[in-house]
């Protein structure tokens, strides 16, 4: 029964974020979020990350942060690699959009490293991971990383459509 509670607001947050009343969708999602006992649980993680992108939708970036990182941390513990890498992209997106561009590289690279070590099979993760490095570089004005991440970006694009 709760779990249903749960999934109507969500889908309610979900409804009112979509139609860009991003204040009460925020509301419905904490209230969702408040109903939890447990933060491994894979729902829980799901409405953490909607807050989080909420968040974002609204310039709150440090409301969103708090979201990624916590999603991170919980997918980390229950080996949600791919909850937990699509964590990592998000703060990397959120890094750059809020200008912090050395703490946008420094999670780029860690993103990168993971997935290699995770998943080195999910080109399309890494190319999407190489793509986000080069839009820094470019926004950062480093050509020359720009044209080096630009290149690892086709390489593994490359390599995903093969398979």
Sequence with gaps: MLIEKIQDLVHRALT????GDFESA???FLEALYLFD???NKLYQLVVYGLGINYAAQKNYDGAKRCFEEGRINAEKVMNIPHELEMYQQLVVLKRESGDYEATEVLIKEEIRYRKKQVPDDYEGLAAAYYEAAKLYKLWDKENKFK????QAKLYTEKANKV
């Design 16 to 19: 009112l974020h979509e139609a």
């Design 26 to 28: 925020e509301t419905l």
């Design 38 to 40: 447990d933060k491994e």
């Design 148 to 151: 080096e991440a630009l290149k």
